[in-house]
């Protein structure tokens, strides 16, 4: 006999990389080595990842990597559009490869993360290579 399926639940990866965002200004995925990333990131350039499930979301740590002689600048983190409700800001200003975690209010739901890049005082050099974002729910 058939066993009836009642419920189903699709899980999703925490992490959230540069391939799977969509509705880019200005920055522009790049792929080396087997890695993934954006760059030509300057300031008012963003990204979109569509519909993310942000239930339970507490913390998202976004993911950069700076050269030497990239100017480094800020990261916000806004709900569907990219002037919508910032959700969280941080900042990326030492060369490396960089972990930064942002506590959030849990929006619950499911939302467009927009990443928008600023850095007004820099606004024709490239900041740093965006390397996504880890979801986290503590």
Do not use: W
Not at 25 to 50: C, F, P
Not at 65 to 92: C, R, T
């Amino acid at each position: 006999p058939s066993i009836p399926v009642t419920a189903s639940v699709a899980l999703r990866s925490p992490m959230l990389s540069p391939d799977q965002a969509s509705d880019f200004n200005i920055a522009r995925i790049v792929r080396q080595d087997g890695r993934v990333g954006l760059s030509n990131v300057k300031h008012t350039a963003h990204a979109a990842y569509k519909d993310i499930d942000l239930t339970g979301v507490k913390t998202i740590a976004v993911i950069t990597y700076m050269l030497p002689g990239q100017v480094g600048g800020d990261i916000e983190l806004h709900l569907d559009q990219p002037d919508g409700e910032l959700l969280a800001k941080v900042s990326a200003q030492q060369p490396g490869l960089a972990f930064t975690p942002a506590k959030v209010r849990s929006p619950e739901g499911t939302h467009t993360i927009y990443v928008v890049f600023r850095n007004a005082s820099a606004p024709d050099k490239e900041m740093f290579y965006f390397g996504g974002l880890n979801l986290g729910n503590k």
